[in-house]
């Protein structure tokens, strides 16, 4: 007899891989909007486990994962538009978004 895996198993394994892609992402890359990118796939990937484990819960009635999730997504909004804010900034004052050239914090 085969084992059989439940669905919550299969959004967690989804969610893992959104996470591996975006903290590769994350690290491997040399421009500034890949790298948000990237953090903005692994706030997806946690965002997925939320409501993952919500909707698997003992009471999915109770919504506390949906806020939870919906906190999130109000915070990586946020977190966004200040990345690319910075980006933009520093974009006017280097002429380039690749990291490895942004080295000085002098104005």
Known sequence: MTPVASPLA?????????????????????????VLIGIELMLNAANLNLVAFWRFSPHP????????????????????????????SIYRHAQTTDLDQMNRMKG
Do not use: D, K, W
């Open 61 to 88: 009635e109770a919504l506390t994962g949906m806020m939870f999730a919906i906190f999130s997504i109000a915070v990586a909004a946020a977190e966004a538009a200040v990345g690319l804010g910075l980006v933009i």
């Open 10 to 34: 299969g959004y967690l394994l989804l969610a893992a891989l959104l996470f591996a892609i975006g903290l590769a992402g994350a690290l491997t890359r040399r421009n500034a909007i890949l």
